[in-house]
């Protein structure tokens, strides 16, 4: 077995060594057994000059390099370092091949052993990280990572992960690391040998596993914690009236912990809301830490009664820092034990059946098998089975669809269901007080598709703004080119060994009884068909929109209207494709369910693996069926929903979908949820407009006689926080074009970036000009030492931005649509919040006219009664981005004068809390800024 690795980091003038780019400096740090027990590093000459960016990246100039030795004087001595070792690097392949390169090219051999890759290791051993960059590693690992991009520092920080991966490797049970050694054939590194070695000395030795791990059914999980039944030995709880008695409770618990008055005014709402069955809605501002607020009553609440009560949330980091922070702290303050649970759609969790099936398959591209052994590591660590924990590449995420948890016809072996994820997180909720889920799963028991939820008849709504928007969407239609186009290319044409190709090679291995009605010819031809179509039918709903946006110069991505009552020849051509589309459909489903049947019938028994070949052409026939249905619904049933055609111009063939929703789900959600409840309580620190839940009410059909209604403000001093500045030298937004406002606002966020040192968040309405501020702020140069952030152009999720944000000293933060909300950048990360206009929604956007229309058809005003309380309640969320906690300080700059300048932009002023407004030219702003900050 080797036992000694050599982990190398190298800086170079490029990625191309074949197009001359060089080596700037080398790094090696040698490993033997288990030690590191010598260092190298050397600044190389590259005989040319560094370029710019590679400067900036590395520190490096050419000064620093010029009497450094040629790589030619050191190659004998890189030679000496790798003899008898396992080659190592972050992202192996490009260090080993530029190495390769100056070795062969200085007359040495080159090297020729075995290599290992630390990303490929760190994505196989820790499953769930949130990214495998170095730098992300070594903060997960908090090793000390003080120049990144110099390869001194960067090999150093890279050995000491390998050794950490090392060891946690070793520490794998033996049937995970035999299942990971027949994976890891086709990785880019040597893992393979590396286990083999490490197996052979294990096999030596008597295996003592983890009590946490249990070899299940050839594969080693997590056990599952015992289930104990709470038992509070009979005693009453009675829940804490008084604020003495909620505060002796809480110290009780904790020393100093800051219980707030506004936080004891919202747990005894919740709790009288629950107590005499009244729907409530509560506005809590930020700090006045609403997850506890509700979470103590309700606890008491369940107690009592022996009731389960949900808590819904919107996103998914709220149902964490629940879990993660609140569940903790409320479990050290109650005198008693409280069962919690999450719970999410079917879904989301692994079948552990299906994923045993896959590890006998062979023919696995790079992206599935390591995917595979991404899941093999997880199943030791992970207690709920939800891919959310997961960070699968675009390839694994396909591969998810063949594992994920569905309503199954063959899978019914007891044994795995005792182990099952979903069944366990449906039994949990059985038995649970509280039960954390989404809005999404909270409705779907209204659609009665049997829901994983309970019986229930009291819930909290968390980030309760956000009902109304994803009741339309789940009482809608969505159909997306990229997603149909994937689904029907599951299926395959018989050549590429797909589904076709399992079913037709399952009938061949049938001796036939009867013979076939359909012959295969007819279902291939059905195939071809069904391809054609599906691209003809996608073109002409892009024909569609483009022939409604011809006076539309300039603009790349649109929403288009869509109705049947058009009378233009683009529409009438689209509803036939979509009429020849759904027949074909009907065929196709028919012709492969045929097939089942008969195998069915003439099969005596299937082996496991045609079960699940059999299960999976299950799984695609269901999803025909949700396609045909939502090309009825959307193009040739007459339905009073609002359609429209989402689009980008630049590439139709990626970005064309088509959405059905309708425009009002009050009716729905008081018929079908609230008159059905006996208490919801909706919650968030944006549901008032002017002081008034009129607005929120009407949209999600509750009743303003019967409804409790309490607005808790913030605790924080925002008078004392925050400066609101309104710059008087920008033209208003309505009077020029894009291009001129966006010239004039970019200039301003240069000169406040330089006078706040960046720490900037810049909220759009739009995409369009968030792209032409950003192009044309890095055009002028000014802020070449900032770092730019910016949704749709960098790449990376929300979170991801923010956090990347965090790490600089001085950036700029530009987001649209979801940066408006749910972005916490505490302290002095964030010190300026810009809006660059009021937010809004375009009047021509399709759901935005029709809710206009609906309102104008009864008589109402729909400005007042739509237009206006929408972009207010948005407003308030971005408002909401710069504070959060009592020691924040900032300043929030509006660049859309019609704040000050129109009527209406006293109902945006009067709806955020009272603080200092200064209006004046920029540059005496930028003094106020200055002396503020």
């Given at each position: 077995?080797?036992?000694?690795?050599?982990?190398?980091?190298?800086?170079?003038?490029?990625?191309?060594?074949?197009?001359?780019?060089?080596?700037?400096?080398?790094?090696?740090?040698?490993?033997?057994?288990?030690?590191?027990t010598?260092?190298?590093?050397?600044?190389?000459?590259?005989?040319?000059?560094?370029?710019?960016?590679?400067?900036?990246?590395?520190?490096?100039?050419?000064?620093?390099?010029?009497?450094?030795?040629?790589?030619?004087?050191?190659?004998?001595?890189?030679?000496?370092?790798?003899?008898?070792?396992?080659?190592?690097?972050?992202?192996?392949?490009?260090d080993?091949?530029?190495?390769?390169?100056?070795?062969?090219?200085?007359?040495q051999?080159?090297?020729?052993?075995p290599?290992?890759?630390t990303?490929?290791?760190?994505?196989?051993?820790?499953?769930?990280?949130?990214?495998?960059?170095?730098?992300?590693?070594?903060e997960?690992?908090?090793?000390?990572?003080?120049?990144?991009?110099?390869?001194?520092?960067?090999?150093?920080?890279?050995?000491e992960?390998f050794?950490?991966?090392?060891?946690?490797?070793?520490?794998?049970?033996?049937?995970?690391?035999?299942?990971?050694s027949?994976?890891?054939?086709?990785l880019?590194s040597?893992?393979?040998?590396?286990?083999?070695?490490?197996?052979?000395?294990?096999?030596?030795?008597?295996?003592?596993?983890?009590?946490s791990?249990?070899?299940?059914?050839?594969?080693?999980i997590?056990?599952?914690?015992?289930?104990?039944?709470?038992?509070?030995?009979?005693?009453?709880?009675?829940?804490?009236?008084?604020e003495?008695?909620?505060t002796?409770?809480?110290?009780?618990?904790?020393?100093?912990?800051?219980?707030?008055?506004?936080?004891?005014?919202?747990?005894?709402?919740?709790?009288?809301?629950?107590?005499?069955?009244?729907?409530?809605?509560?506005?809590?501002?930020?700090?006045?830490?609403?997850?506890?607020?509700?979470?103590?009553?309700?606890?008491?609440?369940?107690?009592?009664?022996?009731?389960?009560?949900?808590?819904?949330t919107?996103t998914?980091?709220?149902?964490?820092?629940?879990?993660?922070?609140?569940?903790?702290?409320?479990?050290?303050?109650?005198?008693?034990?409280?069962?919690?649970?999450?719970l999410?759609?079917?879904?989301?969790?692994?079948?552990?059946?299906?994923?045993?099936?896959?590890?006998?398959?062979?023919?696995?591209?790079?992206?599935?098998?390591?995917?595979?052994m991404?899941?093999?590591?997880?199943?030791?660590?992970?207690?709920?089975?939800?891919?959310?924990?997961?960070?699968?590449?675009?390839g694994?995420?396909?591969?998810?669809?063949?594992i994920?948890?569905?309503?199954?016809?063959?899978?019914?072996?007891?044994?795995w269901?005792?182990?099952?994820?979903?069944?366990?997180?449906?039994?949990?909720?059985?038995?649970a007080?509280?039960?954390?889920?989404?809005?999404?799963?909270?409705?779907?028991?209204?659609?009665?598709e049997?829901?994983?939820?309970?019986?229930?008849?009291?819930?909290i709504?968390?980030?309760?703004?956000q009902?109304?928007?994803?009741?339309?969407?789940?009482?809608?239609?969505t159909?997306?080119?990229?997603?149909?186009?994937?689904?029907?290319?599951?299926?395959?044409?018989?050549?590429?060994?797909?589904?076709?190709?399992?079913?037709?090679?399952?009938?061949?291995?049938?001796?036939?009884?009867?013979?076939?009605?359909?012959?295969?010819?007819?279902?291939?031809?059905?195939?071809?068909?069904?391809?054609?179509?599906?691209?003809e039918?996608?073109?002409?709903?892009a024909?569609?929109?483009?022939?409604?946006?011809?006076?539309?110069?300039g603009?790349?991505?649109?929403?288009?209207?869509?109705?049947?009552?058009?009378?233009?020849k683009?529409?009438?051509?689209?509803?036939?494709?979509?009429?020849?589309?759904?027949?074909?459909?009907?065929?196709?489903?028919?012709?492969?369910?045929?097939?089942?049947?008969?195998?069915?019938?003439?099969?005596?028994?299937?082996?496991?693996?045609?079960?699940?070949k059999?299960?999976?052409?299950?799984?695609?026939?269901?999803?025909?069926?949700?396609?045909?249905?939502?090309?009825i619904?959307?193009?040739?049933?007459?339905?009073?929903?609002?359609?429209?055609?989402?689009?980008?111009?630049?590439?139709?063939?990626?970005?064309?979908?088509?959405?059905?929703?309708?425009?009002s789900?009050?009716?729905?959600?008081?018929?079908?949820?609230?008159?059905?409840k006996?208490?919801?309580?909706?919650?968030?620190?944006?549901?008032?407009?002017?002081?008034?839940?009129?607005?929120?009410?009407?949209?999600?059909?509750?009743?303003?006689?019967s409804?409790?209604?309490l607005?808790?403000?913030?605790?924080?001093?925002?008078?004392?926080?925050?400066?609101?500045?309104?710059?008087?030298?920008i033209?208003?937004?309505?009077?020029?074009?894009?291009?001129?406002?966006?010239?004039?606002?970019?200039?301003?966020?240069?000169?406040?970036?330089?006078?706040?040192?960046?720490r900037?968040l810049?909220?759009?309405?739009?995409?369009?000009?968030?792209k032409k501020t950003?192009?044309?702020?890095?055009?002028?140069?000014?802020l070449?030492?900032?770092?730019?952030?910016?949704?749709?152009?960098?790449?990376?999720?929300?979170?991801?931005?923010?956090?990347?944000f965090?790490?600089?000293?001085?950036?700029?933060?530009?987001?649209?649509?979801?940066?408006?909300?749910?972005?916490?950048?505490?302290?002095?990360?964030?010190?300026?919040?810009?809006?660059v206009?009021?937010?809004?929604?375009?009047?021509d956007?399709p759901?935005?006219?029709?809710?206009?229309?609906?309102?104008e058809?009864?008589?109402?005003?729909?400005?007042?009664?739509?237009?206006?309380?929408?972009?207010?309640?948005?407003?308030?969320?971005?408002?909401?981005?710069?504070?959060?906690?009592?020691?924040?300080?900032?300043?929030?700059?509006?660049?859309?004068?019609?704040?000050?300048?129109?009527k209406?932009?006293?109902?945006?002023?009067?709806?955020?809390?009272?603080?200092?407004?200064?209006?004046?030219?920029?540059?005496?702003?930028?003094?106020?800024?200055d002396?503020?900050?």
């Open positions: 077995m080797i036992n000694k690795f050599v982990v190398i980091d190298l800086e170079t003038t490029g990625n191309l060594p074949k197009k001359g780019d060089k080596i700037i400096q080398f790094a090696a740090v040698v490993i033997e057994d288990g030690k590191i010598e260092k190298f590093s050397s600044l190389i000459n590259p005989n040319k000059s560094i370029p710019i960016f590679i400067e900036e990246l590395t520190g490096l100039n050419d000064d620093m390099v010029k009497d450094a030795p040629l790589f030619s004087e050191i190659a004998e001595k890189v030679m000496t370092l790798l003899d008898g070792a396992y080659f190592v690097a972050h992202n192996v392949l490009f080993l091949s530029f190495l390769q390169d100056e070795l062969i090219q200085s007359g051999e080159g090297f020729f052993g290599v290992l890759d990303v490929e290791m760190a994505r196989i051993l820790y499953p769930t990280a949130d990214g495998y960059k170095l730098s992300d590693l070594a997960k690992e908090n090793l000390n990572h003080d120049r990144p991009h110099q390869a001194d520092s960067d090999a150093q920080v890279t050995a992960l050794l950490i991966l090392l060891d946690r490797l070793t520490s794998l049970p033996i049937v995970t690391l035999k299942q990971l027949h994976l890891s054939g086709g880019k040597d893992l393979q040998q590396f286990i083999d070695d490490l197996l052979v000395n294990k096999e030596d030795t008597l295996e003592q596993l983890s009590e791990i249990e070899i299940f059914k050839g594969i080693a997590k056990r599952p914690a015992e289930q104990t039944a709470t038992t509070n030995s009979g005693k009453e709880y009675q829940f804490p009236a008084s003495v008695e909620k002796s409770l809480v110290n009780h618990a904790f020393e100093a912990f800051e219980m707030r008055s506004g936080q004891f005014t919202m747990m005894d709402t919740v709790y009288q809301s629950f107590q005499t069955e009244k729907h409530t809605l509560i506005e809590a501002g930020t700090g006045v830490g609403k997850s506890l607020g509700y979470l103590l009553p309700i606890a008491y609440f369940s107690r009592q009664k022996g009731l389960h009560i949900v808590v819904s919107h998914i980091q709220l149902q964490e820092q629940i879990l993660k922070n609140e569940i903790p702290l409320l479990a050290k303050i109650l005198p008693f034990k409280l069962n919690t649970v999450l999410k759609g079917r879904n989301h969790y692994i079948s552990l059946e299906k994923f045993s099936r896959t590890l006998s398959d062979d023919n696995d591209n790079y992206d599935t098998g390591l995917t595979k991404q899941i093999l590591v997880w199943l030791i660590e992970t207690e709920t089975g939800d891919r959310d924990e997961l960070n699968l590449s675009s694994g995420q396909l591969f998810w669809n063949k994920k948890n569905e309503a199954a016809l063959f899978l019914q072996n007891q044994a269901q005792e182990r099952d994820f979903y069944l366990n997180a449906k039994r949990k909720a059985q038995s007080d509280i039960i954390i889920t989404n809005h999404s799963l909270l409705l779907s028991d209204i659609k009665g049997g829901t994983i939820l309970p019986d229930y008849s009291f819930a709504i968390d980030e309760g703004h009902f109304e928007k994803v009741a339309s969407q789940f009482f809608g239609h159909l997306d080119y990229l997603a149909t186009r994937l689904l029907l290319s599951q299926f395959g044409v018989y050549e590429q060994k797909l589904l076709f190709h399992d079913l037709e090679r399952l009938i061949a291995s049938i001796p036939k009884k009867t013979e076939m009605v359909t012959p295969v010819t007819k279902l291939n031809q059905l195939n071809v068909d069904l391809a054609f179509e599906t691209d039918f996608f073109q002409l709903i024909l569609f929109a483009k022939s409604k946006l011809t006076n539309k110069k603009i790349n991505r649109a929403k288009v209207r869509f109705s049947l009552q058009d009378e233009a683009e529409k009438k051509a689209l509803v036939h494709s979509a009429e020849r589309f759904a027949f074909l459909l009907k065929d196709f489903h028919s012709v492969i369910l045929e097939r089942l049947e008969w195998i069915n019938r003439e099969s005596d028994t299937l082996t496991r693996s045609q079960e699940n059999m299960e999976e052409i299950q799984s695609f026939l269901n999803e025909l069926t949700e396609l045909r249905n939502t090309v619904y959307s193009f040739i049933k007459h339905t009073s929903d609002v359609k429209w055609i989402e689009i980008d111009i630049r590439s139709p063939q990626n970005v064309t979908t088509f959405i059905a929703q309708p425009a789900v009050a009716d729905q959600l008081r018929e079908q949820f609230f008159q059905l006996k208490a919801v309580v909706l919650t968030s620190a944006t549901l008032t407009v002017n002081k008034s839940f009129d607005y929120i009410m009407k949209e999600i059909g509750l009743d303003p006689v409804t409790i209604q607005t808790i403000p913030s605790p924080f001093q925002y008078n004392q926080q925050v400066q609101l500045l309104i710059p008087e030298d033209p208003e937004i309505n009077t020029v074009s894009l291009e001129d406002y966006v010239i004039s606002i970019t200039e301003h966020i240069i000169t406040i970036a330089e006078a706040t040192k960046g900037m810049l909220l759009f309405t739009a995409y369009d000009m968030l950003y192009e044309l702020i890095k055009e002028s140069g000014f070449h030492d900032y770092a730019m952030i910016a949704q749709g152009i960098t790449s990376g999720s929300r979170t991801r931005l923010t956090r990347n965090q790490r600089y000293e001085k950036a700029l933060l530009l987001g649209t649509s979801s940066f408006w909300e749910g972005v916490d950048i505490p302290g002095e990360d964030l010190s300026c919040l810009v809006i206009r009021l937010p809004f929604s375009p009047p956007e759901l935005t006219e029709a809710k206009c229309q609906l309102i058809k009864r008589g109402g005003n729909a400005f007042s009664e739509y237009s206006l309380p929408e972009a207010v309640l948005r407003f308030k969320q971005g408002f909401g981005r710069l504070i959060r906690t009592e020691n924040d300080r900032g300043i929030i700059v509006v660049f859309d004068k019609r704040i000050v300048t129109t209406y932009g006293k109902a945006f002023l009067k709806s955020i809390p009272n603080v200092p407004i200064k209006k004046g030219r920029m540059d005496d702003l930028v003094e106020i800024i002396s503020w900050l």
